[in-house]
């Protein structure tokens, strides 16, 4: 049996996964691990089964697109039991456990209001 290490860099990377913070704020130049960090932080949550969390990128292709959070998920959330479905507004991944993590895209200002009164723990914008 293979076993699967899932752990951050050392650096900026791991600060990011380890702060205690409600908001924290990671940016810094290409190649520095703010996509993966966003894919992992959910999951220390996901034996909780009204665990939700939604991740934003700009547009659904950014979602899709090469090295992006979907690529990024698809290397772990299937190791954990991760099921991807895949509706017209976002990637959806749910856990055995019931917990979400939602990928989706917030590209003109009105799509703001699509998530009015969402009870949603944690929320994730990759490029803020």
Known sequence: MTVLEIRPQ??????????????????GAA???KTWG?????????????????????????????????????RLYPHLGGEATQPSSGITWTFPSGAVVRFAHLQHDKHRLDWQGAQIPLIGFDEL
């Open 10 to 27: 050392a650096g900026p990377q791991e600060q990011f996964l380890a702060s205690p913070a409600d908001i924290v704020i990671y940016g």
């Open 31 to 33: 190649g520095g691990g």
């Open 38 to 74: 966003l894919i992992v932080e959910p999951l220390r949550h996901i034996h909780n089964p009204d665990f939700r969390a939604v991740i934003f990128r700009r547009t659904y292709p950014q979602i899709t697109n090469p090295g992006g959070l979907q690529d990024e998920a698809l």
